[in-house]
């Protein structure tokens, strides 16, 4: 809960809160992708593997670079979070900030998943999303973001004084990615960074700016499918929230499993190619 005001307005505020904002990042620079070529390579493709995500479990899945993946709701209305690493070193991993910032709140057909510092490069392109009709509701909420971080048992600690829960996503990513990899989980731990919620519907309430979250529109046969650009390894957890229409951390909320699918194409999408590391020389200055 934000505090009241302390200090009086100054005689200029409406002309301070009146200037036209700027967009921090304009994109003009990234060529928007043309999605035609990698629908087209879905024709005629290979389905390699399936893994199921238990409800309030995590799984971890590999995917090739030029290989396609799909999450699907199953069961029932459920959201996940997803962590992507590359599959050669989990130090390169998906920036949600740096994505956010690029292509907004929220992610859909189109956009891309951005990798850290200092390869800054798309790690997958969001090659399909059944949900996209959504678009921003009354609220303010739409659907797949990156400003959410990741349920946690830490802030449930803190916010249920004390209490120990080990079912929350990032629980559930440590555990799956410690089980992958043969990490110690504290080491595993280290590496479960900030996810694309997939599925969930939010956003931030306009009076006190609180992020919030609302009943998933997603049902039974609705996916998000995404382009592999590098190999990748790739980490998705059944939130404990369910749908999100309640609460979070939570074994009270009906919660459903989710499919993760690859697909290998028979050819890659006519034209792509896949990047490299970001052209930055990396002396910040100094010679």
Known sequence: MKLAHDHPAPADAAARKGLAPVICYPVEG???PDLAPYRAAREGWR???EVVVPAREARCFAVAA???FR???IEGPQVGD???WAAGDLRERFYSGKTRALHGTHLSAGDGMWSSFPTLRRMALITEDTLDWYGFDDFGGAVHDVIGTRCDPYTHNLLSGGGQYHHCCHSNLTRALADWTGLPLREAEG????VLNVFMCTGFTRDTGQYFMKASPVRPGDYIEFFAEIDLLGGLSACPGGDCSAEHSSDAAACHPLLVEVFAPVAPPVGWVSPGVNGYDRTHGRP
């Open 30 to 32: 990234l060529a928007r």
């Open 47 to 49: 389905k390699l593997s």
């Open 66 to 68: 030029g290989q396609f």
């Open 71 to 73: 999450i699907t709701s």
């Open 82 to 84: 997803l962590n992507l």
């Open 191 to 194: 590496h479960v960074h900030d």
